[in-house]
């Protein structure tokens, strides 16, 4: 079954604006994490949240992370052209490290 | 630092045929990862190698697929026989250790189509 969970699915705003993308998951997890993925590049990571932490920026970007109601939001701000891409929330569970469950992503596209 | 990297970016071949994607890891790490993503699905693991060792193999799909990471440098994927269903676009990804707060570095990754 599907750990990570992503809405919107897509998702299409105007340079400036902010993109808010939303990620449920199901378990408990050691982390959170969230990546990016060009078209046709590999993922690249974003930021990592982990599971004691509510909060966390880093540039543009800001996650926040509610474990009671297993959810994770990503906001980019003041978006960019090339901020265009799919973005995935992957979650690092409880005795697994390192095997992620990825949603299916949101595929953000930012016109100039 | 390079980063990870795969090769062949871009593989085609006929059913029944065997392939072998290769995953350098970046140097000095030991925890190495494959994942994949089929048409239209969600990125899937595959399995974990702990420098030569799997560690976490519970994703493979079938045994038409074996891993290895001789050494515990690089890792080859090998599918054989391919079926039209293995196609997707085949990740890798390395870490030096679980959980660091950088995450996991991941390679652009193989395309394998089967026709």
């Known amino acids: 079954s599907q750990q990570g969970e992503e809405d919107p699915q897509a998702l299409s705003i105007q340079e400036g604006e902010n993109a808010t993308m939303n990620c449920s998951y199901k378990?408990?997890?050691?982390?959170l994490q969230w990546y990016r993925q060009n078209s046709g590049r590999g993922l690249v990571h974003l930021i990592l949240?982990?599971?004691?932490?509510r909060e966390k920026h880093s540039g543009r970007l800001r996650v926040t992370l509610d474990t009671s109601k297993k959810s994770s939001s990503l906001l980019i701000t003041a978006s960019r052209a090339a901020d265009t891409a799919s973005y995935f929330c992957?979650?690092?569970?409880?005795?697994?490290?390192?095997?992620?469950?990825f949603g299916a992503g949101t595929q953000v596209v930012v016109t100039p | 630092e390079a980063g990870v990297t795969q090769f062949p970016s871009h593989s085609v071949i006929e059913k029944g045929q065997t392939v072998t994607l290769r995953c350098d890891p970046i140097?000095?790490?030991?925890?190495l990862y494959w994942y994949r993503r089929v048409m239209g699905k969600e990125i899937k693991f595959l399995l974990h190698?702990?420098?030569?060792?799997?560690?976490?193999e519970s994703g493979m799909p079938n045994n038409r697929f074996l891993a290895e990471r001789t050494g515990g440098t690089y890792s080859t994927l090998k599918v054989q026989p391919a079926e039209l269903e293995d196609s997707g676009v085949y990740f890798c990804?390395?870490?030096?250790?679980?959980?660091?707060?950088?995450?996991?570095?991941f390679g652009s990754g193989t395309r394998l189509t089967v026709v």
């Open positions: 140097s000095g790490h030991d925890n």
């Open positions: 990804a390395s870490s030096q250790d679980q959980g660091a707060e950088d995450g996991y570095t």
């Open positions: 949240i982990r599971s004691n932490e």
């Open positions: 378990t408990s997890i050691n982390n």
């Open positions: 190698f702990v420098k030569e060792s799997k560690q976490d």
């Open positions: 992957a979650t690092d569970e409880g005795d697994s490290w390192g095997k992620l469950q």
